[in-house]
């Protein structure tokens, strides 16, 4: 059976992950491969009602609790699509994943890294993805593109210096391990952004 592989797509806010996941899957099934495509928080019933607790703009929660609350969705997520899918062969693209919990609740929020780290691997039974495609993109650029889309939840309302330090932390993360992490420039245009990510994709063995 041909062995599953799974590709993570990170990156701040209106960088647009979900544009470029869609191009992708639909490029991997014109090359022959099965594609589930899903989304964290969320993918499974329960996790998308958990994603509607996190992301509620009028929900005051504490770090502690926010990460919980996300690591409670992975685990489901890991277990009842991500995991079987990998299993049966397929191609994951999942829009965040653990990345996102490194740089939002341990980099931005403060909580101690290495307890992050401990609590995504417990959350997950250590599976990480083999690949992952940042879109990266200054946040003060992104303004108009976010502006477009109407914001939609607290992450989004907390403010450009906000994004900045998300996107500073998906940098550290990329240069920490630029083996698995590809930077691909969100401000180009759709289709130059899913050549880059295509070649990235080429490279990798698909």
Do not use: W
């Not at 992490?181 to 969100?186: D, E, Q, T």
């Amino acid at each position: 059976m041909k062995k599953g592989r799974f590709i993570t797509m990170e990156g701040v806010d209106g960088s647009g992950k979900t544009t470029q996941l869609q191009l992708t899957a639909r490029y991997l099934l014109d090359c022959g491969y099965e594609v589930v495509t899903t989304r964290e928080p969320g993918g499974t019933k329960l996790a998308e009602r958990i994603r509607n607790i996190v992301l509620d703009a009028d929900a005051a929660v504490n770090p502690r609790t926010e990460i919980l609350l996300y690591l409670a969705a992975r685990a489901e997520h890991v277990e009842k699509v991500i995991r079987p899918a990998l299993e049966a062969g397929k191609v994951v693209l999942c829009d965040r994943f653990a990345d996102s919990t490194l740089v939002y609740q341990g980099f931005v929020r403060g909580i101690e890294m290495d307890k992050v780290k401990a609590l995504c691997e417990l959350a997950t039974d250590a599976l990480q993805p083999e690949l992952t495609i940042l879109l990266d993109a200054a946040p003060e650029a992104l303004l108009q593109r976010r502006a477009d889309r109407g914001v939609k939840d607290r992450f989004e309302q907390e403010g450009l210096d906000f994004q900045k330090k998300v996107r500073e932390g998906f940098l550290l993360l990329a240069n920490a391990d630029p083996v698995r992490v590809k930077k691909v420039n969100a401000l180009q245009n759709t289709e130059a952004v899913q050549a880059d990510i295509q070649k990235i994709l080429k490279d990798e063995g698909f």
